[in-house]
């Protein structure tokens, strides 16, 4: 198994409308969008610092064929897409686009865990020279990846068996239950509890690091997005909050008081 296996390592937003939500996350979270198209499909890149942390996209036609909303997804980093996908089936899990190349990228396919979380593996390719990771801090970077799941001890298995994760602290939430927090070869990544009942389905959130949170909130609804929850204190000393985007994918930022 190689060192990158189970790591996350790419963010990805597809929305109704790529040009408003540029703008939005541009003024929200500072990225700085490159714009690409391979002639097949446009593209475009978020980046923080001058690297390169992420990405958006019109829904693609088969997703919104399906019904898909818009919404952010993560990439975890496998040694084999095809044989990754394969095991996440045996293991209760589903393919909802199968394994497939990106020309100059690598191979990823869309997949979800037993109980419907949806996420990307992909087996990127390597790049020349190696990219060095940005500082930890760096806003505009993840900070922070949190499961609400359909079952947790189940989840938490699951996830295990695939990528190696393993458990950290837990954290009583009183009528929410445990909040379990789990290790990745990147260390303490994130955490997973319970899907909260106002929460339709298990669903991954990803906490994009920003800078004062108040002001961040500020950004939220003045660019027409609104805060759904927060901000509030974690037990790190981190503030957070979670929102929706104008075009209605849900998100969270970190950051400090």
Known sequence: MSDFHGRFIWYELM???PEAAKAFYGKVVGWTPQDMNNGMMSYTVLEASGQGVGGLMEI??????????????????????????????????????????????????????????????????????PRAPLPP??????????????DLEADFAFYAAMFGWTKGEVFDMGPMGPYQLFDTPDG????????????????????????????????????????IMGPMEVPDGS???????????????VGHH
Do not use: N
């Open 15 to 17: 929305t109704s409308d």
């Open 60 to 129: 693609p036609p088969d997703a919104k064929a399906r019904g898909a909303p818009p919404c952010w997804t993560g990439y975890i980093a496998v040694d084999d897409a095809d044989a990754m996908a394969a095991k996440i089936t045996a293991a209760g899990g589903s393919i909802i686009h199968p394994p497939q190349d990106i020309p100059g990228i690598g191979r990823f396919a869309v997949v979800a865990d037993p109980h419907g979380a949806v996420f990307e593996i992909m087996t990127p390719m390597p790049m020349d020279p």
């Open 137 to 150: 801090e760096t806003e505009g970077t993840a900070g922070w990846r949190e499961l609400y799941a359909g």
């Open 188 to 227: 303490r990544t994130g955490g997973m509890m319970k899907k909260p009942d106002q929460v339709p389905t298990p669903a991954w959130v990803y906490y994009f690091r920003v800078g004062q949170i108040e002001a961040a909130a500020e950004r939220v609804k003045a660019a027409g997005g609104q805060v």
């Open 239 to 253: 503030w957070v909050l979670q929102a929706t985007d104008p075009q209605g994918a849900y998100f969270a930022l």
